[in-house]
């Protein structure tokens, strides 16, 4: 078993936006964690003023209430709390919605691979049991189907599911090196954090959970939201591929995705282009015509398989938080 060292302060960030009525029961049953360090509520400039609410009402030391001076979003609101925890010398940190939904009961087991160095970031899986399938309305299973393929190509997690879980964990080393002025303020911060610890080579972990659905409301609109999901996840795909397999490595899959890329292009460019003709001229083309136009296209669909193939198993397995405190402990020994 590798221990991920000297692991002692957890701290909880909740984003508070239109949770009022909520966030006592959330702050009460996260209390009962004496392990928790300490847990800092982020009013997002809240029409509801949450953040004052909760400084009237809930005495224990351990909470924080920090106030966004405009509504950042919930990557924002998340950002904030992360800034501060690494700033108190938080070792994990977790984060949880304040509408009810997230099970505080499940902290142990959202820390538990990052205390044993088998993870730098935990996520909510909320598909693992038939059950909670059943409860989720089906507006959402439908837009998290969707949404969980196209985080896959996006991010290079492709054995990871339900993408816009925000019950989260991370080990602050690895939240300390994140970009927070490039990641998504909006809806977007789930999918976005996940491409950004990709690129940074981190090991991210599905937890099993249930979700709860109650008399709260969600802020996300899925149908709304899918067509700037859908253009946000194309245009990480896309930069991913650039820099994992063109700038980082250079590898046979690349040839494999340039050559598979060029081949189905001019394979479809070439039968599109011939077919347009000979239907305005009303004519059959010729058999090499036909297989000129075929063959390429069937190569280039089976190398841009092989280069999916090798895509899917290219997934971190060394945490990055194990990299870095050897790299620490290697310049610590040369000083």
Not at 108 to 125: C, H, M, Q, S, V
Not at 181 to 195: A, G, Q, T, V
Request: charged share 20%; hydrophobic share 45%; aromatic share 12%.
């Amino acid at each position: 078993m590798k221990n991920n060292p000297k692991i002692s302060n957890v701290y909880i960030v909740i984003p508070a936006y239109k949770v009022k009525l909520h966030i006592l029961e959330i702050l009460e049953k996260i209390l009962i964690n004496k392990s928790i360090s300490k847990i800092f509520v982020v009013d997002d400039f809240c029409p509801e003023n949450t953040g004052e609410f909760v400084i009237q009402n809930c005495s224990d030391s351990r909470v924080s209430v920090i106030r966004n001076k405009a509504n950042l979003g919930v990557g924002g609101a998340v950002m904030t709390g992360y800034r501060a925890a690494i700033a108190e010398g938080a070792d994990i940190i977790i984060k949880i919605d304040g509408d009810g939904q997230m099970d505080p009961d499940l902290i142990p087991a959202f820390i538990e691979p990052i205390l044993r160095g088998e993870a730098d970031y935990t996520k909510g899986n909320r598909f693992f049991e038939i059950e909670t399938i059943r409860q989720m309305p089906w507006t959402r299973l439908i837009g998290n189907t969707g949404l969980s393929f196209l985080t896959k190509l996006s991010t290079g997690y492709w054995n990871l599911f339900d993408p816009t879980n925000g019950y989260t964990a991370i080990n602050s080393s690895v939240a300390a090196r994140l970009p927070f002025e490039k990641i998504s303020f909006r809806y977007f911060f789930e999918s976005d954090m996940l491409f950004r610890l990709n690129t940074m080579r981190a090991v991210v972990v599905d937890i099993p959970m249930f979700a709860r659905y109650g008399s709260e409301k969600s802020n996300l609109k899925v149908w709304r939201e899918f067509p700037n999901f859908f253009y946000k996840n194309m245009l990480n795909f896309v930069k991913r591929l650039i820099y994992s397999y063109l700038i980082r490595n250079f590898n046979y899959a690349t040839l494999e995705l340039i050559f598979g890329i060029l081949l189905l292009g001019f394979g479809v460019i070439y039968g599109g282009v011939n077919w347009i003709m000979h239907y305005r001229e009303a004519t059959f083309a010729s058999a090499g015509t036909v297989m000129l136009a075929a063959l390429p296209m069937i190569m280039g669909l089976q190398l841009l398989m092989g280069f999916l193939n090798y895509d899917m198993t290219n997934i971190p397995h060394v945490p990055l938080s194990l990299r870095l405190h050897a790299d620490a402990r290697i310049v610590n020994k040369n000083q």
